[in-house]
């Protein structure tokens, strides 16, 4: 009688594309989204589905003729399998700036990626967005943001860690004057905007591209 042996099977099943494999990585398309929980309270979160979310677009206002963080906003995402992330997160993100009468707003965006156990975050990198401005009276004007955080050094997140990405809100306006600043956050990405200068047709979904190795 021959003696069969059988090899054991991996514990993970992987699908690497060919350019997956000549970059040594694979990247993952996550959504910024919202919804209400059963409290009735807004959260927000990282979610891997394009799915609908409560609020399209979170808006601030200021009357501050200074740079002030007028909002400041976590979205995360629960790790259940140990996994190490390097290279280039890519986002793609859309905003607007509403002049009310005599206003005159500015706005940009600073977004982190950041690592949180439930107690203490930890920064691993940041961009800025373009500085945006809009003086024409009454009237609402809409940009394309797209920016690469650079994740130089491998980080490695535990089972029951957290990917966050926070995003904040810099906004400010003519002295006693005030005008709404807006970051889309809507995985469906159902509304359209028309960019400005451009003329293209942008939407409300802010995604993200995260740049995972493989663990096995």
């Keep these: 009688m021959v003696d069969v042996k059988f090899r054991k099977s991996p514990e993970k099943l992987l699908n690497f594309s060919f350019q997956d494999l000549v970059q040594g990585q694979s990247y993952g398309t996550f959504y910024l989204n919202n ?18 979310s409560a609020s399209i677009g979170l808006s601030v206002t200021t009357i501050e003729d200074v740079y002030t963080k007028a909002g400041d906003y976590d979205f995360d995402i629960l790790v259940n399998t140990a996994l190490t992330v390097q290279g280039k997160l890519y986002l793609n993100a859309s905003s607007s700036l509403t002049a009310t009468s005599s206003g005159d707003p500015h706005g940009y965006l600073v977004i982190r990626l950041r690592k949180w156990d439930g107690t203490t975050e930890t920064e691993i990198g940041s961009i800025q967005t373009a ?12 940009y394309r943001e797209s920016g690469i955080i ?6 490695s997140f535990k089972i029951g860690e957290y990917i966050r990405i926070t ?6 306006n003519s002295s006693g004057n005030s005008g709404t600043f807006t970051v889309y956050t809507d995985g469906e990405g159902r509304k359209t905007f028309t960019e400005n200068a451009t003329g293209a047709t ?15």
């Design 150 to 155: 650079d994740i130089s050094s491998k980080v």
């Design 131 to 142: 500085d945006r401005t809009h003086s024409t009276d009454n009237t609402t004007l809409y």
């Design 35 to 52: 919804a209400y929980n059963s409290a009735g309270s807004l959260v927000y979160f990282i979610s891997p589905t394009n799915s609908g």
């Design 167 to 172: 995003v904040e809100m810099w906004e400010k």
């Design 202 to 216: 942008i939407d409300s979904k802010f995604i993200i591209y995260i740049p995972f190795l493989d663990n096995t």
